[in-house]
């Protein structure tokens, strides 16, 4: 992120304060049904609130689950009508654990409209289905090993399934939504502008399909709809992003000469699997002893992926592995994997992803990728072995016409939800619909700095022509970062 022009910190900070105390001012004004609150990463107090619903939408009066919710209020005394409805991505991220940098990306909406973070069934407050995830510092042997992981993942459904709210068929998409429309209803809006990322635009669309007149505007960032069988894209997508890994690297000079057989020497790694490896723990920095299997290697690989900024370590990090040593691939996923508000509540990520695509698995078109292969769709295949899975109508895999403008934000380099799958969804959404495309993003555009403004100016507008013409284009200039060489190598030369 840039940093603003020193000459206006003094000018700034006395705005800050000014903001503040309005804020402040606007959380202590009563609203029914919610209580003041603080949440983490807030400068202000919150509202927040809670909705008794049925577990089982069939049964109305049947055994009930507590959704909770959250409001920021706009600092504006006289704020709009129609607030910011949040989906969080995943699936299995808590709304409200993201309210920090949330009110940071959406500050400028929330001049004169509140944001709402609801944690959808299953997640954060709301009937969690968490399961227990091994400490920091827990043996790499032991996370590299699958199936220490789906014993542990077996161990969690059967205590999930002893809870009261432990009945694993009702936290799919579709359900929740319905939650997220009584939340609107209890605020009293007659309409939303709904802002989902990756999983959350799967959930933002299907409140578009069954709520279409409550929905005043739409942003969708790294579009995972909900006909896309996620195991097999995940291959097909992670394998597109990996090999323009190894096609930038053999495009930067400085890369090509450091690495010139890169993609030879990667596959000859992978070939070489499973083998006994010492590693350093990233965390501990202690020497430990593991089997290193190839799916292990596939999934450090991938998480760097994600994160331009991470991605253009990845080939030192690679070339360090094909050679014996594996810290800076070990290093690279653990850094992705650091931050806790983006942690999944795995109880809910499979509740929906074995209801939701496990059955569609046989039908998807995508062509396995060469390195990847049907690993993804093995683990899950395993895991949701046994998994209750939920029903889900068939309208849910529909994509009608956009009910209102929408804008659609795809990363270039997104490893698991890239502009294919926008603009497909673009194209069935309609004239209403807008795709934008970011070429050397990564998961998730609307956080880039100029992005957050069109973000704004798109809600903000009048009309819906208005909004679809603004202009998005702002971060298309962003380049890729240049590939990680190490100081000393490269002073060396």
């Avoid at 940093?3 to 804020?23: C, D, H, K």
């Avoid at 097999?232 to 890994?245: E, G, H, I």
């Avoid at 002893?289 to 999934?299: A, E, F, I, P, S």
């Amino acid at each position: 992120m840039t940093t603003p022009l020193r000459t206006g910190i003094a000018a700034a900070q006395l705005l800050t304060m000014s903001l503040v105390a309005a804020a402040g001012a606007q959380a202590a004004e009563s609203r029914p049904g919610l209580q003041p609150c603080r949440l983490a990463g807030v400068a202000h107090a919150a509202h927040c609130g809670v909705l008794r619903r049925p577990l089982d939408p069939a049964l109305p009066a049947g055994k009930q689950i507590d959704v909770h919710y959250a409001v920021l209020p706009a600092l504006a005394r006289k704020r709009q009508p129609d607030p910011v409805l949040f989906f969080a991505g995943g699936p299995g991220q808590a709304a409200m654990s993201l309210a920090g940098p949330m009110s940071r990306m959406l500050a400028r909406l929330l001049n004169r409209r509140d944001v709402v973070l609801i944690d959808q069934r299953g997640t954060g407050r709301s009937a969690p289905l968490a399961c227990e995830e091994p400490p920091p510092g827990a043996p790499l042997a032991e996370l590299a090993d699958p199936a220490s992981q789906a014993s542990r993942l077996q161990a969690c459904r059967a205590h999930l399934q002893k809870l009261p709210h432990g009945d694993l068929r009702h936290y799919t998409t579709w359900v929740a939504m319905q939650d997220a429309d009584a939340v609107r209803r209890a605020l009293g809006a007659a309409q939303v502008n709904v802002v989902g990322g990756s999983y959350g635009t799967r959930a933002a669309l299907d409140y578009m399909r069954q709520f279409p007149q409550a929905v005043r505007r739409a942003v969708i960032d790294g579009v995972a709809p909900p006909d896309m069988a996620l195991p097999a894209a995940f291959s097909a997508d992670n394998q597109a992003a990996l090999d323009a890994v190894f096609t930038t690297c053999q495009a930067q000079e400085s890369c090509r000469r450091r690495h010139p057989t890169l993609r030879t020497d990667f596959s000859a790694l992978l070939d070489s699997l499973p083998r006994a490896v010492t590693v350093a723990h990233p965390l501990t920095g202690r020497p430990e002893r593991l089997m290193l299997r190839r799916d292990t290697v596939l999934g450090l690989v991938r998480l760097p992926l994600y994160v331009p900024a991470l991605t253009s370590a990845l080939p030192q990090a690679m070339a360090d592995a094909a050679s014996g040593r594996f810290e800076g691939l070990f290093g690279l996923a653990s850094a992705f994997a650091s931050d806790r508000a983006m942690r999944m509540s795995e109880g809910m990520h499979f509740s929906v992803v074995c209801a939701e695509d496990l059955p569609r698995l046989a039908q998807a078109t995508d062509a396995p990728g060469a390195d990847f292969g049907d690993t993804f769709a093995a683990q899950y295949r395993r895991i949701c072995d046994g998994w209750p899975r939920g029903p889900v109508p068939a309208a849910f895999y529909s994509l009608p016409p956009a009910p209102a403008a929408t804008l659609v934000l795809s990363g270039g380099a997104d490893p698991v939800t890239p502009p294919r799958h926008g603009e497909r969804v673009a194209m069935a959404l309609g004239v209403k619909a807008r795709h934008v495309v970011v070429p050397q993003a990564g998961h998730g555009v609307m956080g880039l700095p100029c992005m957050r403004d069109a973000l704004y100016r798109f809600i903000d507008a009048a009309t819906e022509n208005e909004a679809l013409r603004v202009d998005a284009d702002c971060a298309r200039s962003v380049p890729r970062p240049s590939t990680f060489v190490p100081f000393l190598a490269e002073g060396a030369k």
